[in-house]
Structures are given as structure tokens and as C-alpha cells.
């Protein structure tokens, strides 16, 4: 609880040095200033950036960057709505991979209590990071992640962040798609249907998934995205009962009989002090991929209604906050369950014939294949973006020829690849720690740098802070991409 409430102290402490532009007011005699201050949102509750907004992609000069505003500009969403589609967005199905991460370094319950501050610690970190760029497009009046670079480091480089953007997402349809082959295998094994995974997998693609992701428009789906947070709701719920009722207390009674030997509770000797294995790396890069929004923090910064920045850290506070509790209750509870022998996926531990968990099956299930093609659709057309191919050239033969070759890659990838742990630690070592760690701290060195003369002091000292957790997600990406390797 203390480096949760940490996470207010780190986040306000930013925000008299960086608030308001009540404060600091910025000159609007000069056309080209204006240019990058965002207006107020349409009716969707989206900012939409001034029309000279794309003709300001090249980088800022000292000129060009101003104080932090915040305040006069602004969406339409409140506070509340804006903490609810935070968490809505942080917490996914990766939170399902958690135990399988302590279980990489421990096997014994109190493995779970350093488990749960590193869980807090990379909460915190990620939370900063996402505050910073909401500030970022405060600083440049920038309305997207890639925009933010292209103001502060320069165009020329964008591709880097917005490749690793769709290759990020690609990670997440390919998750996706490994956790419907094994949620709906298990379902079929409920309803007394042998099915294997792959052959659940290929028909849920070729008759769901493809027809879904073909659609012209996803607004109809838009609603279902709302199963997401109640299915781990459900989940969380549904997995505590079964710790405290003793279900799978031990591996020879009970439903635990009835999984595989491999998924049964195992329970160990390595515990608390199991952290300081170089294993631990494997739980701490599989957070930086659970903890992933941060590619969306622009977009909810815009959308805040009266957006200064001391409202903007306290959303991004109050929903990080809920989405590390989240976390430490899945992974505590799974871990403490199953010890050692947590599956990548925990639900996969869960016996076919518990009638509790097979609802969060379904739960989970739903969700997923109604969130797949929004998910899909941020990859493909990012893909679009990166080739540079016209909107006008964009026919729907040429979109569903790339919605079947992507597709197929992604399912020919989860046919193969089973653990879901990998996909979540070896994504978060290398994709996720560039997203939050290290390209925010560069465009907010530079940003700070061409402020010259008007960056305060503390916004110089933020600079090293900003660089030390940079350097702390390359380091902990290079220790644990080689572990999740070295576990194939």
C-alpha cells in the first residue's frame, strides 16, 4: 500500500512544475503558436487537433515550445469515465499470465509477498511514464503517441515508434488468439466435446474471427469492449472462492484430479528469497506487457475534460492504483493456489468440470472475440500507415487481402507457439519497455532541451529521472528477453 500511495506523491509532485495554464499563460499573438493548442472535443468526446495540426509534424524548435497549459483546452469526459476506460484499457487478459510469472522464480505462498512489490514498484513506474505523455502533448500539442515523437525527436525516426506499435499490437491478436484456442477447447471438454486446441483455434478463426475483422465498421462492437473488465471481475472473484473453498487444496483430491499432473497444485520450498534468482526478470518483463497502454495515453489526455495536468495525474493515479490491486489479487491468488505449477494461462490449471471457473471461460471468451477485431483493426491499419499507402488506394480487396495474410500469420504463430507466459514476458522485454520506459524519457529529454531558458529546474531534474527509468527498461529488457528465450 505504500508504493501505491507513492504513486500519488511521484505523480503530484510533477504537476506544480509542469500545471496550468492559468498560471503560465502562453502568447497567443503569434499564429504559429497556436497552431498546436488542441480544442475543445466534438460530440464523441475526441479532441480533434487544430486543422494545421499536420502541417506542424516537424520537430519543435526552442522556439515553438511552450509551458505546460492544460485547462483550456480538453474532451468531454469526466474524471469518472476517464478512470473507468483507463482501467478498462490496462486491465487485460495478460493479467491471466501473472501467477505462471512468480511460479517462473518461486513455488512456495510467500514467493508472492516480493512478487506483489515488484507488482506495485512496475505499476508505479508505468504510471509515470503514462502521465508523462499525457503531459508530452501538453508541452507540444501533439494527439498521438507517434506525433508526440515526430515534435520532439523528429520526423524522420517516427517509424520507429510506430513500428514497434504495430508489432506490439500483433503481440496482443496473437495473445488473444492463443487464449481463445485454449478457452474454447476447454469449453467444448465441458460440454463433453473433444476438441483440441488447434482444431478449436483454426474453426473459431475461419468462422468468427475472420468474418468479424472483415467488417467495414466496428461501432457495433465498440459496447461489448465492457465484458472485458467484468469477465476478470468475475474471474477474480470466481478464483478466490476456489482458493478459500479448498477445491484444489490438494493435488490428489477434489477437482484437481481432474487435470493433467503437469497442472495440478504444486507446492515448494522456494520462497520469498526466490526473488533475487535472475528467473524474477521473466515476472517483471511480463508486467511491462500487462501494464501496456500507454501507446493510448494521448488519446486519453485529449479526451479529459478540462484537462490540466494536476486532473490528468489524478486520473492516471486513481486508475493505476486500481489496476495494481487488480493485478497483486490475480496473481496472488492463482500463485498461492497452484504454486509451481501455474499454466501461462491459469485458467488452464482449472479443472473442465468446475462448473464456477467455466463461467469465467465464457466470460473470458466473450470477450475476446468482440474486443479481437478492434485489436486487429489498430494493427492492420497502422500496417496501412507504415506502407504509406493512400486512403483513397485502400479498397476492400486490398484490406482483405492484408486482414488474411495478418490473420494467418497470427494463426499459424499460435498454433505453434502454447505459452502464453513467453508471448507476454519476451513482448514486454523488448516492445513494451521501449513504449514505456525509454521512448517516453527520450521525447521528454528533448522536449525539456528545446525548452531552453523557460524549463524550470525541476522539469531539468525530471529529465534524469525519466533517463534512469529509461536505462532501468533496457537493462531489465535484455535480462529478461534472455530468460524468456532461455525457457523455450
Known sequence: MKLIASLFLVLYATAPNVVDARRRAISTSSSSQASFIPRRGNQHGVVSPVKNDSSRSSPLTRADVKEVRGGEGGGTATMSNEMFNMVKAVVGVGVLSLPAGIAAFGDAPSAAIPAAILIATIGVIAAYNFSLLGRLCAITGASSYRSAWERTIGETTAWIPGTTVIIKTFFAILAYSMVLGDTFSALFTTIGMSVSREKALVGLTLTVLLPLCRLKSLASLAPFSLAGIAGMLYTAVAMAVRKFDGSYASPDAGLAMDVAKSLRPAIGTRGASAVFSSNAFILICMLSTAYMAHFNAPKFYLELENNTIARWNTVVASSFSISILFFIGIAAIGFSTFGGACNGLILNNYSTKDTLMGFSRVAVAFALVFTYPLTFVGCRDGLLEMMKVPKEERTDAKVDKLTYIILGIVTAVALKITDLSFIMSFGGATLGNALIYVYPAMMFRSAVKK??????????????????????????????????????
Open 451 to 488: 525548452m531552453g531558458t523557460k524549463a524550470t529546474t525541476a522539469q531539468m531534474i525530471e529529465v534524469h529521472l525519466a533517463m534512469i527509468f529509461a536505462a532501468f527498461g533496457i537493462g531489465m529488457g535484455c535480462m529478461g528477453a534472455k530468460m524468456a528465450l532461455g525457457k523455450l
